[in-house]
T-cell receptor
Framework: GAVVSQHPSWVICKSGTSVKIECRSLDFQATTMFWYRQFPKQSLMLMATSNEGSKATYEQGVEKDKFLINHASLTLSTLTVTSAHPEDSSFYICSARGNSGGLSYNEQFFGPGTRLTVL | AQSVTQPDIHITVSEGASLELRCNYS??????LFWYVQSPGQGLQLLLKYFSGDTLVQGIKGFEAEFKRSQSSFNLRKPSVHWSDAAEYFCAVGAQNAGNMLTFGGGTRLMVKP
């Protein structure tokens, strides 16, 4: 149980285009989802926290107008990178947290990540 | 705010040797502690976690970690390393007073010599 998927697993796009990444909790309801960014050979940095039905909370330094997050249902959150540029190329990882069905509120379950390359 | 330090950026061990990866945290209350492993181009896999209780925690793949409050440490150990253990290892702390958000250490890259 507690499986999180991401789609796509990798994407290549042209500079100036927008890219949407989906994060789904497959077998539990995720009241909260988190989006992380990981540069090569670096650690994960939290970008934003999204709660179902409300606006996302962005970490300091993360542009909310560039990284649009929507958490429209208890099983789906999306991250849209708008007007992508080469410096946005990175590995984006989502995680989800549920607090029912035996899942601990204290634990996050991670997706497999999406590699974005902007040409 | 909480923070996590993994002092060793790279560690190389011989296959069959024992392993210890260090993790030190800074947090004002009892933390929730995690160790994750990441293979190249992959997501994170949870190895083990500490919430409360027994300070010696057993995880998957033969890993264990010990929470030492006096040293603010949560070091990961394995008695005999396999070549398949080569990966990036991340320690993370969850803060109860910050919505249980995770803060990750910088990671330790483990290389295994045959």
């Amino acid at each position: 149980g507690a499986v999180v998927s991401q789609h796509p697993s990798w994407v290549i796009c042209k500079s100036g285009t927008s890219v949407k990444i989906e994060c789904r909790s497959l077998d539990f309801q995720a009241t909260t989802m988190f989006w992380y960014r990981q540069f090569p050979k670096q650690s994960l940095m939290l970008m934003a926290t999204s709660n179902e039905g409300s606006k996302a909370t962005y970490e300091q330094g993360v542009e909310k107008d560039k990284f649009l997050i929507n958490h429209a249902s208890l099983t789906l959150s999306t991250l849209t990178v708008t007007s992508a540029h080469p410096e946005d190329s990175s590995f984006y990882i989502c995680s989800a947290r549920g607090n029912s069905g035996g899942l601990s509120y204290n634990e996050q379950f991670f997706g497999p990540g999406t590699r974005l390359t902007v040409l | 705010a909480q923070s996590v330090t993994q002092p060793d950026i790279h560690i190389t061990v011989s296959e069959g040797a024992s392993l210890e990866l260090r993790c030190n945290y800074s947090y004002g209350a009892t933390p929730y502690l995690f160790w994750y492993v990441q293979s190249p181009g992959q997501g994170l896999q949870l190895l083990l976690k500490y919430f409360s209780g027994d300070t010696l925690v057993q995880g998957i793949k033969g890993f264990e970690a010990e929470f030492k409050r006096s040293q603010s440490s949560f070091n990961l150990r394995k008695p005999s390393v396999h070549w398949s253990d080569a990966a990036e290892y991340f320690c993370a702390v969850g803060a109860q007073n910050a919505g249980n958000m995770l803060t990750f250490g910088g990671g330790t890259r483990l290389m295994v010599k045959p």
